[in-house]
């Protein structure tokens, strides 16, 4: 990317942030940004959740103010995943505003999930997670509607769809903009690697049409590819090279891939016909490869019985997607190239650690801080602590993240880990490359607390058939069943929470259940500790353990929100720098 590019994307993006800061607690008029913000949940626990949240954040003004903010639960049964949520969120929609929804601009959220990747955000969703930026403190809710802050005034009524866990950055010239103006969905692409097209939708257009050197140019898609080999992008005409201009990679040979699209009134009440047309959702529908994989002259019905980027198969699969493909096709795809653009995703712990702890070009771009809305007397660099109480002589290691916590004084955090919704007591020491979270469970109608403690790079939703295979399952490195060994835990005792089907990670019941929430990461921290270097802990007899999963299944939101309350109080009152 040239030095040219960058620092045009890095005005544009900040341009864009400072907009939006002046949009935040302000009483907005009809038309001056979006009717409605719909966020989707997967149950009626994460709605309740999510609508808690947003209602605290519209009490406390973080939010624009005077239009509408809905959360849209899946309906209870099978998963229907985010193209079903479309679908269902837009029927929500049309019950809510009737006609009046013909006049309005929505974006769609798609936020809803477990998150087995990125399990801080698990209990309180993707949406929700703090974002080192702002005053009073981003999280990604803010931060999406800051980057999309210039569409509503450029687009026709419809839905913007869009997903949680994404940051997608792009400039445009003095005299263009992105305009959602025209019949049909209309896709915003992102030049890409050729590796990188084989995990997401990939654009197909004319080979004729030559790349100009603008920042936006508008064209009509031909068809769309849904995480398609290199083999099929370079078949199907996808690969274009690269001319010198403004685009935003090294690459000789690229591909435009997908990110966020609208789709128009009309279109929207179509699908609309076909909710309910299908009647029930009893399957995963693909709001991405299952919607636009219908569009453009060249679609064609084979993509329907591919199920090989499908985690549940259902023998009505195949049955939706050509319903599907019959009602859309001949429906336009208009694509959107952003030439000066980068998508970031943030899904996973990994991700989450790099992006906003390490990675130089996102905090440049974005003006990330390393402390914010902290009392974090260290401010140590290579880190990022956010909404959290470091006490004197705490320290936190290069590419860790401290979130909504409180650490005593003197302790410390390794490097690469991270430390989320956690009390730590004074002095203790929490190793590299591990990920700490507390979470508040309601537990024989008490409240209790509950640590869970991973490596980093664990995979969470690994399953074997049965506990006798638990040695495949890796702890810290470790095979599960050396961690028990270290913990005194016989394995026939270790029970797995929820559906029998599978043991995981997930849902292992290996956490103590504890009376407060500093105790509860005490104990956490010293099985930790045992495994690591390979000594003994013995858990107190008769402790309660509880998984991941179970620990969802009763959470306390209340109080976790109120511990986030104090924190809030707290840090207003201490930092030097607020005077309110």
């Known amino acids: 990317m040239s030095q040219e590019s960058v620092l045009q994307l890095q005005a544009a993006t900040r341009e864009k942030i400072r907009t939006f800061n002046s949009l935040r607690a302000r009483e907005l008029q009809p038309g001056e940004f979006w009717d409605a913000v719909v966020v989707t949940a997967v149950d009626e626990s994460q709605r309740e959740a999510y609508e808690l949240?947003?209602?605290?954040?519209?009490?406390?003004?973080?939010?624009?103010?005077?239009?509408?903010?809905?959360?849209?639960?899946?309906?209870?049964?099978?998963?229907?995943?985010n193209g079903g949520s479309t679908l269902y969120a837009l029927q929500q929609l049309e019950d809510i505003y009737g006609k009046a929804l013909c006049r309005m601009r929505v974006i769609l959220i798609h936020a809803g999930g477990l998150s087995q990747r990125l399990p801080s955000a698990s209990a309180l969703g993707k949406i929700f997670t703090a974002v080192p930026l702002g005053d009073p403190l981003y999280q990604m809710l803010e931060l999406k509607l800051a980057l999309y802050v210039d569409?509503?005034?450029?687009?026709?009524?419809?839905?913007?769809?869009t997903?949680?866990?994404?940051?997608?950055?792009?400039?445009?010239?003095?005299?263009?903009?992105?305009?959602?103006?025209?019949?049909?969905?209309?896709?915003?692409?992102?030049?890409?690697?050729?590796s990188v097209g084989t995990t997401h939708g990939v654009f197909v257009f004319h080979s004729n049409e030559e790349s100009t050197d603008s920042e936006v140019e508008n064209v009509s898609c031909l068809r769309f590819l849904h995480k398609p080999s290199i083999e099929k992008m370079r078949d199907s005409g996808a690969v274009r090279k690269s001319q010198s201009g403004c685009l935003s990679l090294s690459d000789t040979e690229f591909v435009y891939t997908d990110?966020?699209?609208?789709?128009?009134?009309?279109?929207?009440?179509?699908?609309?016909?076909?909710?309910?047309?299908?009647?029930?959702?009893?399957?995963?529908?693909?709001a991405y490869g299952d919607f636009l994989q219908a569009l453009g002259p060249r679609a064609t019905i084979d993509y329907t019985s591919n199920t090989a980027n499908v985690t549940?198969?259902?023998?009505?699969?195949?049955?939706?997607?050509?319903?599907?493909?019959?009602?859309?096709?001949?429906?336009?795809?208009?694509?959107?190239?952003l030439n000066n653009s980068k998508f970031y995703h943030i899904g996973t712990t990994s991700e989450y650690l790099f992006h906003l702890a390490e990675d130089a070009a996102l905090r440049t771009e974005l003006g990330l801080l390393s402390s914010a809305f902290s009392v974090d007397a260290n401010e140590s660099s290579g880190c990022c602590v956010m909404y959290s109480v470091l006490d004197p002589g705490c320290s936190?290691?290069?590419?860790?993240?401290?979130?909504?916590?409180?650490?005593g004084a003197g302790a410390s955090v390794g490097r690469g880990s991270i430390v989320s919704s956690c009390w730590v007591g004074a002095g203790l020491s929490v190793p590299e490359g591990v990920f700490m979270h507390s979470l508040?469970?309601?537990?024989?109608?008490?409240?209790?607390?509950?640590?869970?403690?991973?490596?980093?790079?664990?995979?969470l939703k690994r399953g074997v058939d049965a506990p006798a295979y638990m040695e495949e399952l890796k702890l810290f490195g470790f095979s599960l069943a050396e961690c028990l060994s270290h913990w005194g835990l016989k394995?026939?005792?270790?029970?797995?929470?929820?559906?029998?089907?599978?043991?995981?990670l997930w849902n292992a019941c290996l956490f103590p259940v504890c009376p407060d929430q500093r105790s509860s990461f005490s104990l956490s921290l010293e099985m930790l500790q045992a495994a690591l270097s390979g000594s003994t802990f013995a858990v107190p007899k008769d402790t309660t353990l509880m998984s991941m999963h179970e620990s969802l299944t009763c959470k306390n939101l209340e109080e976790m929100l109120k511990f986030r309350k104090g924190l809030h109080e707290d840090i207003t009152q201490r930092k030097p720098d607020n005077h309110s």
């Open 259 to 286: 990110s966020t699209y609208y789709v128009d009134f009309d279109t929207a009440k179509s699908l609309l016909g076909l909710l309910k047309e299908l009647g029930p959702l009893d399957c995963e529908v693909d």
């Open 312 to 337: 549940k198969e259902e023998s009505s699969l195949v049955a939706v997607r050509r319903k599907i493909f019959h009602l859309l096709k001949g429906t336009p795809l208009n694509v959107v190239l």
């Open 151 to 161: 569409f509503p005034s450029h687009m026709k009524p419809g839905v913007l769809v």
């Open 163 to 194: 997903c949680a866990d994404d940051i997608e950055l792009y400039s445009t010239g003095d005299d263009e903009s992105v305009r959602f103006d025209k019949p049909g969905f209309t896709a915003l692409a992102h030049p890409s690697s050729l």
């Open 53 to 81: 949240q947003l209602r605290d954040k519209v009490d406390r003004r973080e939010l624009p103010l005077g239009l509408h903010y809905e959360v849209f639960s899946d309906p209870p049964g099978s998963k229907i995943g």
């Open 396 to 407: 936190v290691g290069a590419g860790s993240v401290v979130e909504y916590s409180r650490l």
């Open 440 to 459: 508040c469970v309601n537990y024989k109608n008490q409240t209790r607390f509950v640590t869970v403690v991973f490596g980093i790079e664990d995979n």
């Open 491 to 504: 394995r026939e005792v270790l029970r797995f929470s929820g559906d029998a089907s599978g043991c995981s």
